[in-house]
């Protein structure tokens, strides 16, 4: 057996590059556990993720792979062997070993290869290449996972934002996201009925459990994720999440956080680095330049959706924040539909 837990003949009798499109990643409406908003789950439906492939690969050196920087989130895993992982500068590759995570951003490409600066393929020249010389069951033969995902609007930029460059997260036996791992690599195996739903869920599933763990330890975590620790404002946060177009005031969430008025402001001010109404205005102003973006509601039905009284309201705001009117700045944006790969979503 393997240290990825793979046996040699499960790897020999294995296709060497399975390579499958996922469908949009459906976040289905499920509150937190006491019936209130859950604020991952929030974000991470209103980003619409989408993974654009999963594959597994089995290959032996020398070997390259070169991902292009329009992928938004890239997500590593090696189940058996090691890998190297960089940027511009080889001599800052970063090893790539079974029980790790790799959370890789986009913006420039990246490169994955058995050893650090060894020459890479684009991804159809190297399942071409490796697509019919699947490796003989040798202890150098490396097995990888790959996902990639599309966020879409403000609200998936804003969590791409709240993650580093790049990021390893280590997992231990026992530990949710070895397990997830191990079932993906499982499933892509060999080509069942319904395996394009079971990839789908654990590649939400996979999502989530490597954003919690991000931010759990990171110090650029979100604000309100990190705010989620205080029960209190946790409270007052998913109030708003849960009903935005409310006309809060800050006595309301101070009363819902069951906190003073000052002790709530400035509990929340310190926490998150905002005042309670600027966090909701900012919040408001996210979810309406996705809404915007979609091409498919009026103003007026924008302006109620996101809280304000009548459509020169809202344009007031938003005219404020942007320095135009939202008609003008929806005009403004490359399609009238929100859209992943060229593709419409």
């Not at 409406?29 to 209130?36: E, S």
Request: hydrophobic share 40%.
């Amino acid at each position: 057996m393997s240290n990825g837990g793979e046996s040699r003949e499960s790897i020999s009798k294995t296709p060497n590059c399975l390579c499958i499109p996922l469908a949009l990643l459906t976040f289905g409406h499920v509150p937190g556990h006491d019936g209130t908003v859950d604020l991952l789950y929030d974000h991470l439906m209103r980003a619409r993720a989408t993974g654009a492939v999963f594959a597994r690969t089995v290959v032996s050196p020398p070997w390259g792979l070169r991902l292009d920087g329009s992928i938004q989130l890239s997500v590593h895993a090696v189940t058996r062997g090691r890998a190297w992982m960089w940027r511009d500068d080889p001599s800052n590759a970063t090893e790539l070993l079974p029980g790790e995570i790799t959370l890789v951003q986009g913006g420039s490409p990246h490169f994955i290869a058995h050893e650090s600066g060894a020459d890479c393929l684009e991804p159809d020249d190297f399942r071409a290449k490796y697509a019919l010389n699947a490796p003989a069951a040798d202890h150098a033969a490396t097995v990888f996972l790959c996902g990639a995902y599309q966020f879409s609007g403000d609200v998936g930029n804003g969590l791409l934002e709240a993650l580093p460059q790049s990021t390893t997260i280590s997992y231990a036996i026992g530990e949710p996201l070895r397990d997830v791992i191990s079932l993906i690599s499982r499933e892509l195996l060999n080509s069942e009925p319904g395996q394009q739903t079971v990839l789908d869920r654990l590649l939400d599933v996979l999502l989530v459990l490597a954003l919690r763990s991000d931010f759990r330890h990171s110090e650029k975590a979100p604000g309100w994720y990190a705010a989620l620790a205080n029960p209190r404002l946790r409270a007052a946060l998913q109030a708003m999440h849960e009903n935005p177009s409310r006309s809060w005031t800050v006595p309301e969430l101070a009363e819902v956080s069951g906190l003073s008025r000052a002790a709530f402001a400035q509990s929340f001010r310190e926490s998150i680095g905002q005042a309670p109404l600027q966090y909701l205005t900012e919040w408001r102003m996210t979810l309406a330049r996705d809404l915007l973006r979609t091409g498919n509601l009026t103003l007026a039905n924008i302006a109620f959706d996101v809280g304000y009284s009548s459509p020169y309201a809202f344009a007031t705001a938003f005219r404020r924040h942007h320095g135009m009117a939202p008609g003008a700045w929806r005009r403004l944006q490359p399609s009238g539909l929100l859209t992943v790969n060229g593709a419409t979503d």
